[in-house]
């Protein structure tokens, strides 16, 4: 610093010492060409101390600029020898020096970790609040069949519910997603060579169990679980599969006690609670059944499982209203689901709103022509419709006057073209929806 301020006292007695002559030539003598001279000699001396005035703004800013766009190959040499900034310049070259190290060591460290995490054989997905992918291993990559994932968005094409599941996942948080892709026999015979070498491994228990879970061999899935709350007891992932495992085997009373311990690890795990109150529905306890639900709804407001299953609660209250309200809100997830359209129809029908159910069953008879809960749907919209009728025509042998708003109110909720009604005058036989008996 101290040759800074003899090179900066120095450009001022110059710069003075110009000032001074240039005053002298142009009020003593009369040398125009002079003045004129000594008056840009001064003007260079003038910009040339601002420049090097300046010159540590300049270097600092280049230096916050590398830092910032991480481009380390800048570098800060003096070029002018005694100005006063070698000092300057070598402290910011040690700094880039540092940063280009701590680059180095951080790749390093990164190729590291991406070498390890490619030889895990658990997925493994890192990514950032805008859902830009920044890691993801190749076990991941195999298990949802893609070659690349640039954004979790991406994984729409995957499953619809995935995305939207890893964005809601809190940190250290859980859930559960299934994926149809017809791999999970590969599965259980990874996990199983897996579940050899890593015995003690309360994850590898856990993933076993699911894939026994997935393909229905209930009694191998709660071993599996069992071992894996073995070696860990407050894994509540394990505690939840376990309850589902007994309530599938139709062991009520061990499937309550496992969703109740894991409710007691975290009073508010929304599969937990769903679990209770699923199990509690299957008792006829729908009142309870209905309070886990809303539970699970508050913690975890997009919950497909505990929505749905609070509207079905909802539907053997009787409570049909609600049970369309929630139903409608599942629209917005999976219009096509086929357990909400069945609902949806089946509660249209006890509503005895006949033309409400017809397109619904006509879909799903489209979709599901073969199956049979849809047929039965399908014989109880036809069994309510001629029931509707009877009542008309019971009504019109006891009143020879039925007027009109009866016939328009089945019509209404009839959903064929045409339909028959027997009046003891005779006067009508037939009616469709042209005429003035059928709006």
């Known amino acids: 610093m101290k040759r800074f301020y003899i090179n900066c006292t120095i450009r001022v007695l110059l710069l003075s010492a110009t000032i001074c002559t240039l005053a002298y030539l142009f009020f003593k003598t009369d040398f125009l060409t002079s003045a004129i001279f000594v008056c840009l000699l001064g003007a260079y001396q003038i910009f040339a101390l601002i420049r090097y005035v300046t010159q540590t703004n300049r270097d600092l800013t280049r230096l916050l600029d590398s830092i910032k766009y991480s481009d380390f190959s800048q570098s800060f040499t003096n070029n002018l020898k005694g100005s006063g900034f070698e000092e300057l310049h070598a402290a910011f070259t040690d700094v880039i020096k540092e940063f280009q190290s701590a680059k180095i060591e951080k790749e390093e460290h990164f190729r590291f970790l991406q070498t390890i995490v490619d030889h895990v054989g658990i997925g493994l997905i890192a990514f950032d609040p805008e859902g830009e992918v920044e890691l993801i291993n190749s076990a991941a990559k195999k298990l949802l069949k893609i070659p690349r994932l640039g954004n979790i968005r991406d994984l729409e094409s995957v499953s619809s519910r ?173 219009p096509e689901n086929k357990r909400q359209r069945e609902l949806q129809a089946q509660c249209f029908i006890f509503q005895k709103q006949y033309k409400a159910a017809d397109p619904i069953i006509k879909g799903l008879e489209s979709d599901y022509p073969r199956d049979e809960k849809v047929l039965r749907l399908a014989l109880s919209l036809k069994e309510g419709i001629n029931d509707h009728f009877g009542v008309i025509d019971l009504a019109n042998e006891s009143n020879q006057d039925t007027d009109n708003n009866t016939i328009n109110h089945i019509g209404k909720n009839a959903p064929h073209e045409e339909m028959i009604c027997s009046f003891p005058n005779g006067d009508i036989q037939y009616a469709n929806r042209n005429s003035e008996y059928y709006q």
């Open 162 to 334: 995935l995305p939207r599941k890893l964005y809601d996942l809190s940190p250290g948080g859980y859930d559960l997603v299934k994926l149809q892709q017809g791999d999970a026999r590969g599965a259980k015979k990874g996990f199983e060579k897996i579940v050899k070498q890593y015995s003690s491994n309360h994850i590898v228990w856990h993933h076993l169990g699911m894939s026994y879970q997935h393909l229905n061999e209930h009694t191998k899935a709660l071993k599996a679980y069992r071992k894996s709350v073995n070696l860990k007891p407050g894994f509540i992932d394990s505690w939840v599969n376990l309850g589902i495992a007994y309530k599938e085997l139709g062991s009520t009373e061990l499937a309550i006690q496992a969703s109740e311990k894991a409710l007691k690890i975290q009073a508010d795990h929304p599969r937990a609670l769903n679990l209770l109150g699923s199990i509690q529905a299957g008792n006829q306890e729908f009142e309870l059944a209905k309070v886990n639900f809303k539970k699970t709804i508050l913690v975890d407001s997009n919950n497909w499982d505990a929505i749905f299953n609070l509207a079905n609660v909802n539907f053997e209250l009787g409570n049909y209203d609600e049970t369309h309200r929630l139903l409608e809100q599942l629209n917005g997830q999976d």
